[in-house]
């Protein structure tokens, strides 16, 4: 539980952090917003929108510090006295006052004038609030090259946060220049805004590359440690979903430089989608902090003989072991696992083809109903009927088949992960078929689905097992990252096929083919 709660905690601070940096570089460069001068509406909007960020990620900062106590306790309480003195302590308690600080200062740039003092007191917090991240990365664990590490991660992190922080503050421009034109006024100068923006994106993203790749060569060296480890796997996960973002990024570049006028509403959508793979990028980034680096990795390390095997296609098993026998053979839930037993892997092979089979039923309808087949509009129903059979089934030695309590289970992160998945998919089927069905309407009610979809193959990336075996954990979710991928793009495909009808038919094939390769990928799941 303390792992998986670690690492969602910290995607979030990253998104947080990025907003508040993301809002300097915006109010300096962007907007170029004056010292020693009231601010006008789009200054004090990125202000207060800094403000909340900064507040927020002060509080989740916080939790992640009651976390890692928790994780620590023993029989006699809280080791208060020892765990205030290590670097995590000390650094996240820095981290809560800086933030803290962006948050006090930004609320009163909002409201008043103020000196150029205070402006670079603003900027010096929040980079360091972003950078002081570098002091708890792997960087602090290296024995040769510590400090060159620490200023590369420190970088990387600075970068990121310009760009998809930089992002957030687009959309949250964009979206209040629509409504003053809708009033008849002018929020900002939109085409010289984004003129700006794009120069500080494309800087920012020569830093998150050129900093990335250098890391990379770092902790991971070699192609084995790429694609036989959880951490290089999820390296490539991190460049998977980097690509598209690139390519949107050098759309909207083109774009922005060939519009005479005022760009579109297709620019924005993408501008939005990119914002929103940045995120994904940011929480893939914070499972990296839980998992060793590729380098350090020998003896668990997978072959890719091995990863390769898991993607192999074979006929799908759709027999399932008796559960008297899983549960006498199995290790008690709340136990811990001394080994995986052959059966428990026939139970979950089972369980995914079987998901895939739901999946690819619903792909195939949903393409159906694209290509205008009325009666298959209602194919998110199977959602249900998708939801039902993980939750009596992802995890047999808990209720409903098995002896432990609903409640105890939650306990264990991977049981939890489970049950929000499953909530997830009732979600996706219940809010999908009444915008189908004409129930809801399709805004705001149809952004339900590809932001859902998003969510989980973000949580996807985060999703772990608790298992004895380094390699066997690897092995067992390495299938994990290209659905994490493939339903996220599925999520911002379908975002933009909401935002931009005008534009033909190829967001709705785009989404629907992730949808369908979700299912395959299901379908050839393997353990043993």
Request: charged share 15%; proline share 5%; aromatic share 10%.
């Amino acid at each position: 539980m303390a792992g998986f709660a670690d690492v969602v905690l910290r995607g979030l601070i990253l998104v947080l952090t990025s907003v508040v940096l993301g809002g300097v570089a915006w109010l300096r460069f962007v907007i170029r917003a004056e010292p020693h001068v009231k601010p006008d509406a789009p200054t004090a909007l990125a202000l207060r929108a800094m403000a909340t960020a900064a507040i927020a990620a002060s509080v989740a900062q916080t939790a992640v510090v009651l976390v890692g106590l928790g994780a620590v306790a023993d029989a006699h309480g809280w080791p208060l006295g020892e765990f205030v003195r290590t670097t995590f302590a000390l650094t996240a308690a820095a981290r809560v006052m800086l933030a803290v600080t962006v948050g006090v200062l930004a609320v009163v740039m909002a409201r008043r004038a103020v000196s150029r003092g205070v402006w670079v007191a603003l900027a010096a917090a929040a980079t360091l609030l972003v950078a002081s991240s570098a002091i708890v990365s792997h960087a602090v664990a290296r024995v040769e090259w510590r400090a060159p590490l620490i200023a590369l991660d420190a970088a990387h992190q600075l970068g990121a946060a310009l760009w998809v922080g930089g992002l957030a503050h687009l959309v949250i421009a964009a979206s209040a220049a629509r409504r003053a034109r809708v009033a008849g006024t002018t929020f900002v100068d939109v085409p010289t805004t984004i003129r700006r923006f794009s120069t500080l994106a494309f800087r920012a993203m020569a830093v998150i590359v050129v900093a990335g790749l250098a890391l990379t060569l770092v902790y991971v060296r070699d192609l084995g440690a790429l694609i036989g480890t959880a951490y290089g796997v999820m390296v490539v996960s991190k460049i998977a979903l980097l690509a598209p973002a690139l390519a949107l990024a050098y759309l909207n570049m083109r774009a922005v430089r060939r519009a005479a006028g005022a760009p579109g509403a297709r620019l924005f959508s993408f501008v939005e989608v990119e914002l929103g793979l940045g995120v994904t990028i940011l929480f893939a980034a914070a499972s990296l902090t839980s998992l060793p680096p590729a380098v350090d990795v020998a003896v668990d390390r997978a072959s890719v003989a091995e990863v390769a095997a898991r993607f192999v296609p074979a006929a799908p098993r759709l027999t399932s072991p008796p559960i008297d026998e899983l549960l006498g053979a199995a290790d008690p839930l709340m136990a811990r696992q001394i080994e995986r037993k052959p059966v428990e892997r026939a139970w979950s092979e089972y369980n995914h083809h079987w998901a895939g089979l739901f999946v690819v039923a619903m792909a195939a309808l949903a393409i159906a109903q694209f290509l205008g087949v009325r009666a298959a509009r209602h194919w998110p129903l199977v959602f249900l009927g998708l939801a039902t059979f993980l939750f009596v089934r992802n995890d047999p030695r808990a209720w409903p088949l098995g002896p432990a309590g609903f409640w105890e289970s939650l306990t264990l992160p991977d049981v939890l992960q489970h049950r929000l998945f499953v909530l997830l998919v009732v979600a996706f089927g219940v809010f999908e078929w009444m915008v189908r069905t004409g129930r809801l309407a399709e805004r705001p009610w149809a952004y339900v689905f590809p932001l859902l979809c998003a969510f989980g193959g973000g949580l996807l990336l985060t999703h772990s097992h608790a298992m004895f075996n380094l390699k066997q954990e690897f092995l067992a979710e390495v299938t994990h990252a290209p659905l994490g991928i493939v339903g996220a793009c599925a999520g911002w495909g379908r975002w933009l096929e909401l935002r931009l009808a005008e534009v033909g038919r190829g967001p709705g094939w785009i989404w629907r083919g992730c949808f369908a390769a979700v299912g395959v990928i299901l379908l050839f799941y393997r353990e043993a």
